[in-house]
Nanobody, 119 residues
Framework: QVQLVESGGGLVQPGGSLRLSCAAS????????MGWYRQAPGKQRELVAV???????NYADSLKGRFTISRDNAKNTVYLQMNSLKPEDTAVYYC?????????????WGQGTQVTVSS
């Protein structure tokens, strides 16, 4: 089994910054893509950003320039640096990871971390 644990969410004022972390642990042979998604109240979950095992990145068009995804393969951790935050960024942020374990390949999800942007 593999567990993803997110941290770093919280309350921030508009224009502020937050850095989310998501650490994977368990029976991991290799992690392929890792990503961040978010879900605002009453809305569907949407892609924020994805990073490949080789470091290639892809972002939601509306977030380019404000959010940066990165990863530390030695720590099995993915990060999301969020700058110039807006109230519309308020959501639960989830990480996921495409994990190859010793017996299977599966996509795992974290439990989510709340980000609230408000004055």
């Amino acid at each position: 089994q593999v567990q993803l644990v997110e941290s770093g969410g919280g309350l921030v004022q508009p224009g502020g910054s937050l850095r989310l972390s998501c650490a994977a642990s368990g029976s991991i042979f290799r992690i392929n893509d890792m990503g961040w998604y978010r879900q605002a109240p009453g809305k569907q979950r949407e892609l924020v950003a994805v990073i490949t095992g080789g470091g290639g990145t892809n972002y939601a068009d509306s977030l380019k320039g404000r959010f940066t995804i990165s990863r530390d393969n030695a720590k099995n951790t993915v990060y999301l640096q969020m700058n110039s935050l807006k109230p519309e960024d308020t959501a639960v942020y989830y990480c996921n990871a495409d994990v190859r374990s010793w017996s299977e390949r599966r996509v795992y999800w974290g439990q989510g971390t709340q980000v609230t942007v408000s004055s």
